[in-house]
């Protein structure tokens, strides 16, 4: 799969770049953090062409949508705007900023653009309400139809400048889509656009995993009428099929180098955990118990492995260094955990564990403390995922037949649904993607 953009070109506009701004006005994972306030007015027409697409409207909007998906921004009204759109331009100097601060505003967003009905070039300005600055501005050119790809990117940069990282709109979230009997692997944008149809095997196929560099994925299929482990490259969709014993060959995430991926297979009796070289294409066992030992997960750092078993007579989490040993209980609340998943920042595992009737996600920290609950769904959430940046899981939402995809920031806080059945009938097992190149 092939995620540039083809003509589409990005350079940064000189002359309203500030390369010497460094501040990074807030620490978003504080408990203190609040969202920052932004106003983004309409677009305005540089050119001498009438706006026939609307495109004034379209970018605020797009922007608004953009930003307030992540969480950090209060998007003020436009009702409460006291500007002069008239009179107003793009320059600090053409802007009054006691109207703006006025209205609460901390920042402001302002944009230009001009278009011929195909090619478009669009300025962006982010400016600081309160001191009155300039703090960042690029310049754009491409097709009207990547309009929202400019958006994004600048919405990257906006983020940048605020929180100290670009946030996660270059990246995708795999996920298996159920319709029938069948099921297939889906990709989406993390704002919930751009659904894609990534297997077509009239078979039951699931556990999507990307692989570090987002070229490769990894997943699970009943088309030869075994659970077998495949691997398909993302830009030519060949598939090869690595794994075919008898029984289980359950894909696994890819270790932190992209070298190994784990496997859960049963070809010994019952489930264990095994390490596949991907180049090599030898494994290597890493539990030996007669218990189950399923859903593994790398840390960060690549030198240990969480992982579920019922060995304590139960399903719990249990973590181990990446040759097995060192082997040791995480979890002890709840009689079944399992669905572990590791912050690529390090610190914490995301998990699903049963209370009430329903499973819900759980965070705890890598040695066992700070066990809090993070969802309180009705209908229950599952099998959760990390974005890159640590700052999102992602997870099934909802009871199978009608689940679909939730999104929420780490702290619990900004719950959004991922809820697009045109293609399918349930969304299950979501797979965050590594950063991309969308843009």
């Known amino acids: 799969m092939n995620y540039r953009l083809g003509f589409f070109v990005l350079l940064i506009c000189i002359g309203i770049c500030i390369p010497a701004w460094g501040k990074v006005y807030i620490d978003i994972d504080s408990p203190a953090f609040q969202k920052f306030p932004t106003a983004i007015p309409d677009f305005k027409n540089l050119g001498s062409g009438k706006d026939g697409e609307n495109l004034s409207r379209s970018f605020s909007e797009e922007m608004n949508r953009s930003l307030e998906i992540t969480g950090f921004f209060r998007i003020i009204d436009r009702g409460a705007f006291l500007e002069n759109k008239n009179r107003a331009g793009l320059e600090g100097g053409d802007i009054h900023f006691p109207d703006w601060r006025a209205i609460g505003a901390d920042f402001?967003?302002?944009?230009?653009?001009?278009?011929?009905?195909?090619?478009?070039?669009?300025?962006?300005?982010?400016?600081?309400?309160?001191?009155?600055?300039?703090?960042t501005g690029k310049k754009y050119w491409g097709t009207v139809d990547e309009r929202k790809k400019m958006v994004l990117k600048f919405a990257g940069e906006v983020l940048l400048k605020l929180t100290g990282e670009r946030g996660v709109f270059n990246t995708r979230i795999a996920f298996v889509g159920k319709k029938g009997d069948e099921s297939e692997i889906y990709t989406v944008d993390f704002d919930g656009s751009g659904m894609m149809k990534l297997t077509n095997y009239q078979a039951l196929t699931l556990l999507p995993n990307w692989s570090p560099d987002g070229k490769k994925m990894s997943f699970t299929s009943y088309m030869n009428r075994n659970p077998d482990f495949y691997l398909m490259n993302m830009d030519s969709r060949k598939v090869e099929r690595l794994s075919s014993y008898k029984g289980l060959n359950l894909s696994g995430p890819w270790s932190p180098d992209g070298q190994k991926v784990l496997l859960v297979l049963s070809k010994d009796g019952n489930e264990e955990i095994y390490s596949f070289d991907v180049s090599e294409r030898t494994l290597r066992r890493l539990t030996w118990?007669?218990?189950?030992?399923?859903?593994?997960?790398?840390?960060?750092?690549?030198?240990?492995?969480?992982?579920?078993?019922?060995?304590?007579?139960s399903p719990q989490v249990f973590t181990m260094d990446i040759d097995g040993k060192n082997l040791r209980r995480l979890t002890f609340e709840?009689?079944?955990?399992?669905?572990?998943s590791w912050s690529p920042r390090g610190g914490?595992?995301?998990?699903?564990?049963?209370?009430?009737?329903?499973?819900?996600?759980?965070?705890i920290n890598e040695d066992g403390s700070n066990f809090m609950q993070l969802t309180f769904e009705d209908g229950g959430c599952e099998a959760p995922t990390w974005s890159p940046d640590g700052r999102y899981l992602a997870f099934t939402a909802g009871q199978k037949g009608t689940?679909?995809?939730?999104?929420?920031n780490a702290n619990g806080l900004n719950l959004r649904l991922i809820d697009d059945m045109k293609e399918v009938s349930s969304f299950e097992d979501p797979e965050w993607s590594p950063y991309l190149d969308l843009y």
Do not use: M
Request: hydrophobic share 35%; glycine share 12%; charged share 25%.
């Open 289 to 313: 118990d007669r218990s189950i030992d399923v859903s593994p997960t790398w840390s960060p750092n690549g030198r240990e492995i969480a992982f579920v078993s019922n060995r304590s007579g």
């Open 348 to 363: 914490k595992i995301a998990y699903e564990g049963a209370t009430n009737g329903r499973f819900q996600i759980f965070l």
């Open 108 to 135: 402001l967003i302002k944009g230009g653009f001009e278009s011929d009905g195909k090619a478009l070039s669009v300025e962006f300005r982010l400016y600081d309400v309160v001191e009155g600055k300039l703090i």
């Open 403 to 408: 689940s679909r995809i939730g999104i929420v």
């Open 334 to 340: 709840g009689s079944y955990n399992t669905s572990p």
